[in-house]
T-cell receptor, first 113, second 108 residues
Framework: NAGVTQTPKFRILKIGQSMTLQCTQD?????MYWYRQDPGMGLKLIYY???????DKGEVPNGYNVSRSTTEDFPLRLELAAPSQTSVYFC????????????FGAGTRLSVL | EDQVTQSPEALRLQEGESSSLNCSYT??????LFWYRQDPGKGPEFLFT???AGEEKEKERLKATLTKKESFLHITAPKPEDSATYLC?????????FGQGTELSVKP
């Protein structure tokens, strides 16, 4: 049982480059989330989705985009990468919003230089 | 504004030395408080959910308690393998609001 899978695990980008962080879950969860984690700052919600075709902004959405075409996949797109986007990114999923035991992937460590 | 604050930021214990981690919150109507454990280089792993004041949950050496304003994670006779960052979060509008975490180190 894979749970939540994120790729890549590590990535270095140059300023202005773009990339997509991949997230896939095999638990048939409706809700999916993207967080970023900076040292000593906890987890900040970037975007979330309550089902295929439905997405909404979280606390820190600027500089990011998402799409949700299937229940399983929730990619995060970075356009015109900036040093401020250097962080560790976590994808999570939960069965519903009320049953909010969120299950996390192992993370993607991104450096923008 | 809803807030979650954890203390201390870091805690160093000797093996067997019991202690507590604190999570204080200000939300308009608590719908659940969650504790997660995070090991270095990994994603958070769910530990407990608490829903109402007075509720307690236990797992091995960990016990979580909840009042109207805060939650405690009590660690009894910790072992080195309990070393990790412990995160608390509150449920608000289908989303979780996380505290900044407490980094626990248990030395043998």
């Amino acid at each position: 049982n894979a749970g939540v899978t994120q790729t890549p695990k590590f990535r270095i980008l140059k300023i202005g480059q773009s990339m997509t962080l991949q997230c896939t879950q095999d638990m048939n969860h409706n809700y999916m989330y993207w967080y970023r984690q900076d040292p000593g700052m906890g987890l900040k919600l970037i975007y979330y989705s309550v089902g295929a075709g439905i997405t909404d902004k979280g606390e820190v959405p600027n500089g990011y985009n998402v799409s949700r075409s299937t229940t399983e996949d929730f990619p995060l797109r970075l356009e015109l990468a900036a040093p401020s986007q250097t962080s560790v990114y976590f994808c999570a999923s939960s069965r519903t919003g009320r049953d909010t035991i969120q299950y996390f992937g192992a993370g993607t460590r991104l450096s923008v230089l | 504004e809803d807030q979650v604050t954890q203390s201390p930021e870091a805690l160093r214990l000797q093996e067997g030395e019991s202690s507590s981690l604190n999570c204080s919150y200000t939300v308009s109507g608590l719908r659940g408080l969650f504790w997660y454990r995070q090991d270095p280089g990994k994603g958070p792993e769910f530990l407990f959910t608490l829903y109402s004041a007075g509720e307690e949950k236990e797992k091995e050496r960990l016990k979580a308690t909840l009042t109207k304003k805060e939650s405690f994670l009590h660690i009894t006779a910790p072992k080195p393998e309990d070393s990790a960052t412990y995160l608390c979060a509150v449920h608000e509008g289908g989303k979780l609001i996380f505290g900044q975490g407490t980094e626990l180190s248990v030395k043998p």
